[in-house]
């Protein structure tokens, strides 16, 4: 079965930077398409990015582009996601998702579609 782990979390600035990885183990991440969404406190859960499954094609919502980037290393069975010019409104958990039999990338950005989910890690953007 495959396991998702996420890292990287922690408190930031404003203007500040954080890199946030998803490790999988269990399986090859080869087959799987990837997703990073993000929840804050009393609010649905949103997608921020995904990518696909050799990283050539990559989706961000409106509110991250131009400041974070997703990618991925199949050797490492690692996806990454780099949040650059960090404000309170980035503040929430990240929670990194993947999935083999999605068949529309152009799906990648809802959450139904995903069937393995890491835990989640914490971003605070805070002055």
């Known amino acids: 079965q495959l396991q998702l782990v996420e890292s990287g979390g922690g408190l930031v600035q404003p203007g500040g930077s954080l890199r946030l990885s998803c490790a999988a183990s269990?399986?090859?991440?080869?087959?799987?398409?990837i997703g990073w969404f993000r929840q804050a406190p009393g609010k649905e859960r949103e997608a921020v990015s995904c990518i696909s499954r050799s990283g050539g094609v990559t989706n961000y919502a409106d509110s991250v582009k131009g400041r974070f980037t997703i990618s991925r290393d199949n050797a490492k069975n690692t996806v990454y996601l780099q949040m650059n010019s960090l404000t309170p409104e980035d503040t929430a958990v990240y929670y990194c998702?993947?999935?083999?039999?999605?068949?529309?990338?152009?799906?990648?950005?809802?959450?139904?579609?995903?069937?393995?989910w890491g835990q989640g890690t914490q971003v605070t953007v805070s002055s």
């Open positions: 998702a993947a999935d083999s039999e999605l068949l529309l990338f152009r799906r990648c950005m809802l959450s139904s579609v995903y069937r393995y």
């Open positions: 269990g399986r090859t991440l080869d087959p799987y398409v």
